[in-house]
């Protein structure tokens, strides 16, 4: 009995942090499914994000700098306080992310969650949201 509620209690502390990581990052994807936005919750509603995922996806495909430069020069129109975006990093497609991932990371020390979320992301025709 004793033996079952250590492996219990291994278990809960185990995914805990896995717990953790996936209810204070969000994640949205374009309805085309070109992007994949992760970010905080309390950085950008849902609605804003997908706002701004539907404006990316009208962009020409673009590299890594030419986006991370639109996203800074936009941030305050999709209501995001750029001061608050320490990071962003983007995620080229792979067999590990089906689509440019982007993440915005207001704590730097976030990002093996962040990535770790996107890559866990199927691919799939619908909008959806974690």
Sequence with gaps: MKKRFIVAWLVVLVLTPFGWAT??????????????????????????????????DKMAPVDEAKLKQWLAANFQQYGIDGSRVKKVVILAPSKRVPQTGIILLTDPTDEPRAVALATTVKSSKSNSSD
């Design 23 to 56: 209810s204070n990052l969000n994640l949205s994807k374009s309805n085309i499914n070109r992007y994949l936005l992760v970010y905080p919750t309390n950085l950008v509603t849902d609605a804003k994000a997908k706002t701004m995922l539907t404006a990316i």
